[in-house]
């Protein structure tokens, strides 16, 4: 360890929404990470729900599960991703938690005889969120992501207590304020004014940044840094220059050679470790942007219009693509666009099928229609969750015969209800943070897919979802060549099911996506791909 005490980055947004904040914050962790520094990223998220679980993924993209089975920012997937550490409940606050919080206190009469406030009673709630990581005394740096844009109403709170750790942590804590240069092309000109004024709103409410990350289309030269610093009282080499980049793991890289980590260590007084290793790194981003050949793969969902809905999925592409030197390009196909007549056209082109996670009944019958297709056709399938699900109500009713076989989920009066309710959750009424969520142990069983894939017995995957194989029906689905090649040795549930004859058709009732990183690219993944390419190559 470097440090003696530890360090407090906050990163904060101004000008407009969407710049880029959370991989600003996990490719300077990722920096600090390769100069040897424990680091640890944490979003504040200034919205009124308790967690992301109760959203729409229109809403708000992809809900990221950790560990410990919180459902959380899809910011906290790109976390893991870069650092390869697993980020847990207290990397991911909202307003709603904190409120709720504050309100049991006051209910429980921890505050009896007080008003309760915003100040000091939310603010030192957030406080107390950002100094948790820091207590459990695993990391030397905690970066803080607060979401939103400065000047938002909802996202005042946090900025208030942003100002009050920075005055009471001093030097150990810093502000890096992630801004807009944008270019005017009538005039050929970039433009420091939105950045100017969104520092001095930052200056009003009593902060002011150690450093600004400009995001920009064009090179940023001495003279509008100069500007810049002098504007906004920032020195001029704390002036970092973001260039739009084709892809987010660059930017580790981008930010290295503007020596965003040179700049945060030297104004938090910290000795810089004489190298920066970064050559793993370099080799994935290597094999990502030169890759030998191409394969599509074809991901069939019903929130394909936005496709943040499947953030980790299509990262866990981009890693197991890198590991099989081919370029996975997704096809996004709306699962209510297939019938069985036209799933033959839709496919065209297509090495393999990925069946993606979902709730209720929209779109369902056009994903069995998929998963029949590709298991008549011996394409590569791949079934996440609900898509695992389906895979079995396609198997009862096209191979077993069983007419009618649903999920309860869809048609709770099936005469065939091959995937049903846990028997928790047939009390559970509330809807948030209520479904069986986190990491399950699951044993896999030898000479199997499963097994060839992972290659060890015990595994651990993280699990949100309500509804199961019902195990009434596995003799007759093993019978008949479907077998159930991982159990959840707790419940006795079935975890992951495969067709032995198909050359690769899997489907998994938990969530892979949520563990593929740069560093650990999910087998599941790569084996997939693997198998996509065995099927059809495509000439890049
Ligand atoms: N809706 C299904 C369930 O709750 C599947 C959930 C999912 O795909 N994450 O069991």
């Excluded at 030192?124 to 459990?136: A, H, Q, S, V």
């Excluded at 949100?464 to 029906?473: C, D, L, S, W």
């Amino acid at each position: 360890m470097s440090t003696t005490s530890i360090k407090y980055i906050f990163v904060t947004g101004g000008v407009t929404s969407s710049l880029g904040k959370g991989i600003l914050a996990a490719s300077l962790a990722k920096l600090l990470q390769a100069r040897g520094h424990t680091v640890t990223i944490q979003k504040l998220d200034p919205y009124i729900n308790v967690d992301p679980g109760t959203l729409n993924p229109y809403e708000h993209g992809e809900c990221f599960v950790t560990d410990d089975g919180a459902e959380t920012d899809l910011d906290l997937g790109h976390y893991e991703r870069f650092l390869n550490i697993p980020t847990s409940q207290a990397n991911n606050v909202t307003t709603g938690r904190i409120y709720q919080s504050v309100i049991e206190k006051e209910r429980r009469g921890d505050y009896l005889g007080k008003t309760v406030q915003v100040i000091p009673h939310i603010t030192d709630e957030i406080k107390n969120r950002i100094k948790l990581l820091g207590k459990t005394g695993n990391y030397e740096f905690i970066i803080t992501e607060i979401g939103g844009t400065v000047g938002d109403i909802e996202s005042l709170p946090y900025i208030e207590a942003v100002r009050q750790l920075k005055w009471e942590l001093g030097r150990d804590a810093m502000v890096i304020h992630l801004t807009l240069i944008p270019y005017l092309s009538t005039t050929g000109e970039l433009k420091t004014k939105p950045t100017q004024h969104s520092v001095k709103l930052l200056l009003e409410y009593g902060v002011q940044p150690d450093i600004l990350v400009c995001r920009t289309e064009h090179p940023l030269n001495k003279d509008i840094r100069n500007k810049i610093a002098l504007f906004c009282n920032v020195a001029p080499n704390a002036v970092i220059e973001a260039r739009d980049a084709s892809t987010i793991y660059e930017v580790p890289l981008l930010m290295e050679e503007e020596q965003l980590d040179v700049v945060v260590l030297n104004q938090l007084n910290i000795p810089l470790t004489p190298n920066l290793d970064l050559n793993k790194w370099k080799e994935f981003l290597h094999k990502f942007q030169h890759p030998e050949f191409e394969i599509k793969i074809g991901l069939v969902g019903k929130y394909v219009e936005l496709k943040d809905s499947y953030k980790s999925i299509s990262e866990a592409f981009i890693h197991a693509g890198a590991v099989n030197n081919c370029k996975v390009s997704i096809e996004w196909i709306h699962s209510e666009s297939i019938d069985d007549v036209n799933v033959g056209e839709k496919f065209k082109g297509l090495s393999g099928i990925l069946v993606a996670p979902g709730f209720g009944q929209r779109g369902i019958e056009g994903k069995i229609s998929a998963i029949k297709y590709a298991r008549e056709n011996g394409i590569p399938f791949f079934g996440i969750c609900l898509g695992m699900q389906c895979a079995v109500i396609e198997y009862a009713r096209n191979v077993l015969g069983l007419e009618g076989a649903n999920s309860t989920e869809m048609d709770p009066k099936t005469k065939f209800p091959v995937i049903n309710l846990m028997d928790g959750q047939k009390k559970v009424t509330k809807k948030g943070g209520t479904m069986r969520l986190g990491s399950y142990p699951c044993v896999v069983k030898e000479n199997t897919k499963a097994w060839n894939t992972y290659k060890q017995k015990d595994i651990n995957e993280r699990h949100r979802h309500r509804y199961e194989f019902n195990n009434e029906y596995l003799p007759a689905f093993e019978k008949s060549g479907m077998m159930a090649s991982g159990i959840n040795p707790e419940g006795n549930l079935v975890e992951i099911i495969e067709i032995k004859s198909h050359p690769w058709f899997v489907g998994v009732q938990f969530h892979p996506e949520y563990k593929s990183t740069v560093a650990n690219p999910h087998p599941l993944f790569v084996n997939f791909v693997k198998a996509a390419v065995e099927a059809g190559k495509l000439v890049h």
